[in-house]
């Protein structure tokens, strides 16, 4: 079912590479910054120094986003809620996310990518330290919306820059080096968080992620050059993108598909402390294997995406993350298997991210910056209709172990969607008579 794409030899790919930016430095107004240095040594540490803020960023908006899962039930404890209610909050962050993304890669397209980076770490700064203060489930609520506007904005602005600061050839490593801390922030991050969160107080984990906002703006102002902005052709044109039918069925297959993951994560906590019976003071362990996975997931998933066309890559990994969830579901009670579980699941979930993009990009080529940032929007409406539909049978009275069925039917769903996509780009072209 996975077709190699064979358009081209090793030798021809790595010839056709350096003659033409690739489709990610054309996604993102690929546009080669000339940085002024004695020699090439230096200028290699001016590029190495100006990417660490923005692998920074990406630790903190990973960490702020993913703790949630681990520290569900504390903060479900302090403000007095049920965990079902709980889960809420990570569907308002979500939704912050799916604004936030589009709409502020548009409004601010004509700004410095650096001014623009600096300002969303402040909103996002501003409204994790309201977390933090928040005194009641309808505060926090807002403030879990607002920190989460900011959130695909910086990655999507922050692809700008690392493709201008980069060498030829090295734009692919360059985004990479960024999306490590967010891989890093499952490994280490959410780890640490949640055994802040069980420990001391779930309000500290909150000021950390705040802490860590505010080194963000002040490393983007020192070690980020100014680079110019690039003019776009224009909201109302990039609008137009939304006119394509395969573009919305990308969407679907994202938000939808990915809601499975999304459903098992949002209340990992609570099935393996009272399903699985692990002791609360190991969920952090679990958690880093789950980060580990990820980092695993997200290495494979490029290569993936690399060798294969996206959507049969996406067919193959929706598939697989159906069988895993089933299974999260069945080995419930079993501790050993849901370690495993726990790391696959988290590589898979993580894979599904660079063929994903790819297939937004290739659906968006007149508004591939407007189209790339979706991705993020994508993700986080599957983590609100995850968190969100994984917690109606909790507020029923069933199990822990319950939502790994919807999660599991969430997943498939995406696979039939997948499937209809695949049947459509293969079905052959209608000739008018």
Same mark, same amino acid.
């Given at each position: 079912?996975?077709?190699?794409?064979?358009?081209?030899?090793?030798?021809?790919?790595?010839?056709?590479?350096?003659?033409?930016?690739?489709?990610?430095?054309?996604?993102?107004? /690929?546009?080669?910054?000339?940085?002024?240095?004695?020699?090439?040594?230096?200028?290699?540490?001016?590029?190495?120094?100006?990417? @660490?803020?923005?692998?920074?960023?990406?630790?903190?908006?990973?960490?702020?986003?993913?703790?949630?899962?681990? +520290?569900?039930?504390?903060?479900?404890?302090? $403000?007095?809620?049920? @965990? !079902?209610?709980?889960?809420?909050?990570?569907?308002?962050?979500?939704?912050?996310?799916?604004?936030?993304?589009?709409?502020?890669?548009?409004?601010?397209?004509?700004?410095? !990518?650096?001014?623009?980076?600096?300002? =969303?770490?402040?909103?996002?700064?501003?409204?994790?330290?309201?977390?933090?203060?928040?005194?009641? =489930?309808?505060?926090?609520?807002?403030?879990?919306?607002?920190?989460?506007?900011?959130?695909? &904005?910086?990655?999507?602005?922050?692809?700008?820059?690392?493709?201008?600061?980069?060498?030829?050839?090295?734009?692919? #490593?360059?985004?990479?080096?960024?999306? &490590?801390?967010?891989?890093?922030?499952?490994?280490?991050?959410?780890?640490?968080?949640?055994?802040?969160?069980?420990?001391?107080?779930?309000?500290?984990?909150?000021?950390?992620?705040?802490?860590?906002?505010?080194?963000?703006?002040?490393?983007?102002?020192?070690?980020?050059?100014?680079?110019?902005?690039?003019?776009?052709?224009?909201?109302?044109?990039?609008?137009?993108? /939304?006119?394509?039918?395969?573009?919305?069925?990308?969407?679907?297959?994202?938000?939808?598909?990915?809601?499975?993951?999304?459903?098992?994560?949002?209340?990992?906590?609570?099935?393996?402390?009272?399903?699985?019976?692990?002791?609360? &003071?190991?969920?952090?362990?679990?958690?880093?294997?789950?980060?580990?996975?990820?980092?695993?997931?997200?290495?494979?998933?490029?290569?993936? &995406?690399?060798?294969?066309?996206?959507? !049969?890559? +996406?067919?193959?990994? $929706?598939?697989?993350?159906?069988?895993?969830?089933?299974?999260?579901?069945?080995?419930?009670?079993?501790?050993?298997?849901?370690?495993?579980?726990?790391?696959?699941?988290?590589?898979?979930?993580?894979?599904?991210?660079?063929?994903?993009?790819?297939?937004? @990009?290739?659906?968006?080529?007149?508004?591939?910056?407007?189209?790339?940032?979706?991705?993020?929007?994508?993700?986080? @409406?599957?983590?609100?209709?995850? #968190?969100?539909?994984?917690?109606?049978?909790?507020? $029923?009275?069933?199990?822990?172990?319950?939502?790994?069925?919807?999660?599991?039917?969430? #997943?498939?769903?995406?696979?039939?969607?997948?499937?209809?996509?695949?049947?459509?780009?293969?079905?052959?072209?209608?000739?008018?008579?």
């Amino acid at each position: 079912m996975l077709t190699e794409k064979r358009s081209c030899t090793g030798v021809q790919r790595a010839s056709q590479a350096s003659a033409a930016p690739s489709t990610v430095q054309r996604a993102v107004g /690929f546009s080669r910054f000339p940085l002024q240095s004695g020699n090439l040594e230096e200028r290699h540490d001016v590029i190495k120094k100006s990417l @660490i803020p923005l692998a920074l960023g990406g630790f903190g908006i990973g960490m702020t986003e993913f703790v949630m899962m681990g +520290i569900l039930p504390d903060i479900a404890t302090g $403000l007095h809620i049920s @965990i !079902p209610q709980a889960g809420y909050l990570i569907t308002a962050y979500a939704l912050g996310v799916v604004v936030g993304a589009p709409t502020l890669v548009s409004l601010f397209a004509n700004r410095p !990518p650096r001014t623009v980076l600096v300002w =969303f770490m402040l909103m996002f700064t501003i409204f994790n330290a309201m977390s933090a203060f928040a005194p009641n =489930f309808h505060v926090m609520m807002v403030s879990r919306f607002l920190a989460g506007l900011p959130h695909g &904005a910086f990655f999507g602005v922050g692809a700008v820059v690392a493709s201008r600061l980069a060498d030829e050839g090295k734009v692919a #490593a360059a985004m990479a080096t960024m999306f &490590a801390g967010l891989t890093l922030a499952n490994v280490i991050g959410v780890p640490i968080g949640t055994w802040i969160g069980h420990v001391v107080n779930w309000r500290l984990v909150f000021l950390i992620v705040a802490a860590i906002g505010l080194a963000t703006m002040l490393s983007l102002h020192k070690l980020v050059p100014h680079v110019e902005a690039k003019k776009s052709a224009g909201l109302m044109k990039d609008l137009r993108i /939304f006119r394509s039918g395969g573009l919305w069925l990308a969407l679907a297959i994202t938000s939808i598909g990915t809601g499975g993951f999304f459903a098992w994560f949002s209340y990992i906590t609570p099935l393996l402390t009272d399903v699985t019976l692990f002791k609360p &003071a190991t969920i952090p362990m679990v958690m880093t294997v789950v980060g580990i996975g990820m980092t695993v997931g997200v290495l494979l998933g490029g290569r993936l &995406a690399d060798r294969y066309d996206p959507l !049969p890559a +996406i067919l193959i990994l $929706l598939s697989l993350m159906t069988v895993l969830l089933l299974c999260n579901g069945l080995m419930a009670t079993l501790q050993p298997a849901m370690l495993l579980l726990a790391f696959a699941t988290g590589a898979n979930a993580l894979a599904l991210g660079p063929p994903i993009q790819m297939l937004l @990009i290739e659906h968006s080529r007149d508004a591939e910056m407007l189209g790339s940032s979706l991705g993020q929007s994508g993700f986080n @409406i599957g983590n609100a209709t995850g #968190a969100f539909l994984g917690g109606i049978p909790l507020t $029923l009275g069933y199990s822990y172990a319950a939502p790994q069925w919807v999660a599991a039917a969430l #997943a498939l769903s995406g696979v039939v969607l997948a499937l209809l996509m695949l049947a459509q780009q293969r079905a052959p072209a209608r000739i008018p008579a």
